[in-house]
């Protein structure tokens, strides 16, 4: 008969094996630490340009809403909002009102979407449904929603992804009646001479400083007239590449060995890598698999529809593919500085990390008790619930969630928003170059 203690260290040999066992598989589902080498090399002279153009009101049809408008450094490089004003908006941040002198015509139907790391060469898919992605079989080398009408000459997806704000009435362009730009717009001239875009890049060489920097930065601009609207986006997403590189939070140094986590962020890490099941998705350095995913948010404002439909429905990635299996699905965002760019979703529903959390855990249940106070929208006369308020709409958006449930405990919501922290890159929120004080164009600057 074998003793006791014999027993019991046998117990204690095969829980030290398990033990070994779970943190060796946990080890091996950790991402690499992010190098140099996983970023593309922007110049910083192109980048200081960009910068300018970022904080500039002059590309906005009515010359009043700059990029920094909807994605401010202030703001984890969104704008604090669930859903934006862009266009007939005043102040900024959680202080923008709707311009009651130029009303807006609706709300910009998704969140904000934060801005770090977009120089990580692993992105080949931008905005929530990805209606931009890299696609080397196309001339311009990129899909898009223009097709084959989409110009060269776009240094990245990046640069490519800036043609859509100054073309949209509510975020940049202003509407019909308004300005040149906004006229070309809804005319359907958008390249080429007296396009929209060609329309923003006269008003940009017309600008003497902006003139000379594009002919010492870039070799084949002589002068303002050889400005492209394509050169302005290039300089713009230099400037976003370099400004929020993040690569040196905690979970950096906690990668790289030099650094350990809190006790309670350690915890929340053993379960994003295990149980919670969190980094199936939200995998590799960026916490991203870059997939499309239904995740039962709850809609919020306008939708996504086109001009001859009435309904306020985000069907997401189905948009862009026509596939019903990517009916509600939607990108998967990175998790870098994610404690600073709420609200969180797609429509922004939720302001309480830690109850998106909760709620993203178990999304048909979430889906079910949403509590509309977690929404930030500033006070505007537009029916903001119509899916919320139809049952079947609620129906359909549960219905095509597309993972199984986790139980989670409160601690362990709290541990999990514990490890999000660790994510959270100081350097990288402040940015490198930071907020001019003046532009060029002597507009003002968006700054709270």
Not at 101 to 110: G, V
Not at 259 to 273: Q, V
Not at 442 to 448: Q, S
């Given at each position: 008969?074998?003793?006791?203690?014999?027993?019991?260290?046998?117990?204690?040999?095969?829980?030290?094996?398990?033990?070994?066992?779970?943190?060796?598989?946990?080890?091996?589902?950790?991402?690499?630490?992010?190098?140099?080498?996983?970023?593309?090399?922007?110049?910083?002279?192109?980048?200081?340009?960009?910068?300018?153009?970022?904080?500039?009101?002059?590309?906005?049809?009515?010359?009043?809403?700059?990029?920094?408008?909807?994605?401010?450094?202030?703001?984890?490089?969104?704008?604090?909002?669930?859903?934006?004003?862009?266009?007939?908006?005043?102040?900024?941040?959680?202080?923008?009102?709707?311009?009651l002198?130029?009303?807006?015509?609706?709300?910009?139907?998704?969140n904000?979407?934060?801005?770090?790391?977009?120089?990580?060469?692993?992105?080949?898919?931008?905005?929530?449904?990805?209606?931009?992605?890299?696609?080397?079989?196309?001339?311009?080398?990129?899909?898009?929603?223009?097709?084959?009408?989409?110009?060269?000459?776009?240094?990245?997806?990046?640069?490519?992804?800036?043609?859509?704000?100054?073309?949209?009435?509510?975020?940049?362009?202003?509407?019909?009646?308004?300005?040149?730009?906004?006229?070309?717009?809804?005319?359907?001239?958008?390249?080429?001479?007296?396009?929209?875009?060609?329309?923003?890049?006269?008003?940009?060489?017309?600008?003497?400083?902006?003139?000379?920097?594009?002919?010492?930065?870039?070799?084949?601009?002589?002068?303002?007239?050889?400005?492209k609207?394509?050169?302005?986006?290039?300089?713009?997403?230099?400037?976003?590449?370099?400004?929020?590189?993040?690569?040196?939070?905690?979970?950096?140094?906690?990668?790289k060995?030099?650094?350990?986590?809190?006790?309670?962020?350690?915890?929340?890490?053993?379960?994003?890598?295990?149980?919670?099941?969190c980094?199936?998705?939200?995998?590799?350095?960026?916490?991203?698999?870059?997939?499309?995913?239904?995740?039962?948010?709850?809609?919020?404002?306008?939708?996504?529809?086109?001009?001859?439909?009435?309904?306020?429905?985000?069907?997401?990635?189905?948009?862009?593919?026509?596939?019903?299996?990517?009916?509600?699905?939607?990108?998967?965002?990175?998790?870098?500085?994610?404690?600073?760019?709420?609200?969180?979703?797609?429509?922004?529903?939720?302001?309480?990390?830690?109850?998106?959390?909760?709620?993203?855990?178990?999304?048909?249940?979430?889906?079910?008790?949403?509590?509309?106070?977690?929404?930030?929208?500033?006070?505007?006369?537009?029916?903001?619930?119509?899916?919320?308020?139809?049952?079947?709409?609620v129906?359909?958006?549960?219905?095509?969630?597309?993972?199984?449930?986790?139980s989670?405990?409160?601690?362990?919501?709290?541990?999990l928003?514990?490890?999000?922290?660790?994510?959270?890159?100081?350097?990288?929120?402040?940015?490198?170059?930071?907020?001019?004080?003046?532009?060029?164009s002597?507009?003002?600057?968006?700054?709270?």
């Open positions: 008969m074998l003793s006791k203690k014999w027993g019991d260290t046998m117990l204690k040999i095969f829980v030290g094996i398990l033990l070994a066992v779970g943190h060796a598989v946990l080890a091996a589902e950790l991402p690499k630490p992010l190098t140099d080498d996983d970023f593309r090399l922007v110049s910083k002279e192109e980048a200081a340009l960009g910068q300018l153009l970022f904080y500039d009101p002059l590309l906005s049809g009515n010359k009043e809403v700059a990029c920094a408008t909807c994605h401010h450094p202030d703001f984890g490089t969104g704008d604090g909002l669930s859903l934006s004003i862009g266009d007939g908006g005043k102040g900024l941040g959680l202080n923008r009102v709707v311009d002198d130029n009303m807006p015509e609706q709300r910009i139907p998704r904000a979407q934060p801005l770090f790391n977009l120089g990580a060469k692993q992105i080949r898919a931008l905005f929530h449904d990805g209606r931009v992605e890299v696609d080397a079989a196309r001339a311009s080398g990129l899909r898009t929603p223009l097709e084959d009408e989409m110009v060269s000459g776009f240094a990245s997806i990046i640069s490519a992804q800036t043609m859509f704000p100054v073309l949209s009435g509510d975020e940049m362009a202003g509407h019909y009646s308004e300005n040149e730009i906004s006229q070309a717009v809804r005319q359907g001239t958008l390249t080429g001479k007296n396009g929209a875009w060609d329309l923003i890049a006269q008003r940009v060489g017309s600008v003497s400083k902006y003139a000379d920097n594009f002919s010492e930065i870039y070799a084949h601009i002589n002068g303002p007239n050889d400005i609207f394509t050169d302005v986006s290039n300089a713009i997403a230099a400037f976003m590449e370099f400004e929020w590189r993040s690569d040196t939070a905690p979970f950096d140094m906690f990668l060995e030099q650094k350990t986590l809190s006790i309670t962020a350690k915890k929340g890490l053993d379960l994003f890598y295990g149980v919670g099941g980094a199936s998705c939200h995998s590799g350095a960026l916490l991203t698999d870059h997939e499309f995913h239904a995740m039962g948010q709850p809609q919020v404002g306008p939708g996504k529809a086109a001009r001859f439909q009435s309904h306020a429905r985000d069907e997401g990635r189905f948009r862009v593919t026509g596939l019903d299996v990517d009916k509600y699905a939607f990108r998967t965002p990175s998790l870098r500085n994610v404690k600073l760019t709420g609200p969180w979703g797609h429509a922004g529903a939720y302001s309480d990390l830690t109850a998106f959390v909760a709620a993203h855990a178990d999304p048909r249940a979430g889906l079910t008790n949403y509590n509309r106070l977690g929404i930030v929208l500033p006070q505007f006369d537009v029916a903001d619930w119509r899916i919320m308020d139809d049952p079947a709409e129906a359909a958006i549960s219905k095509a969630v597309s993972i199984d449930p986790v989670l405990s409160s601690d362990e919501v709290s541990a928003v514990a490890f999000l922290g660790s994510l959270t890159d100081t350097s990288a929120q402040v940015g490198r170059l930071g907020v001019p004080k003046s532009v060029p002597g507009l003002a600057v968006p700054n709270p």
